[in-house]
Nanobody, 113 residues
Framework: QLVESGGGLVQPGGSLRLSCAAS????????MGWYRQVLGNQRELVAI???????TYADSVKGRFTISRDNAKNTVYLQMNSLKPDDTAVYYC?????????WGRGTLVTVSS
């Protein structure tokens, strides 16, 4: 139902853009968002966006990351700028589709020189 793309290896200070497309029988998509997880740690919120495009960000990414969505394409994006080694994690997309919660499989982002 949710497929992420755009992860990879980037140097500190660089940028990446993640995408997450929802597919299937979709009548409504409410909140869409991005979470991340480092091995051994809990999954944490990165950013979420409502159906009316209200956004919320983790303090650690404010001013560097931007979440957006294209409702016509059932897709959410995460533009990540000024990346730091601490941003290294598996990034997961989450969406509430037809009232149910769905997770993507994750995409790895590695920030390293």
């Amino acid at each position: 139902q949710l497929v992420e793309s755009g992860g990879g290896l980037v140097q500190p200070g660089g940028s990446l853009r993640l995408s997450c497309a929802a597919s299937g029988s979709i009548f409504s998509i409410n909140v869409m968002g991005w979470y991340r997880q480092v091995l051994g740690n809990q999954r944490e919120l990165v950013a979420i966006i409502s159906s009316s495009s209200t956004t919320t960000y983790a303090d650690s990414v404010k001013g560097r990351f931007t979440i957006s969505r294209d409702n016509a394409k059932n897709t959410v994006y995460l533009q990540m700028n000024s990346l730091k080694p601490d941003d290294t994690a598996v990034y997961y997309c989450k969406a509430i589709i037809n009232g149910l919660h769905y997770w993507g499989r994750g995409t790895l982002v590695t920030v390293s020189s």
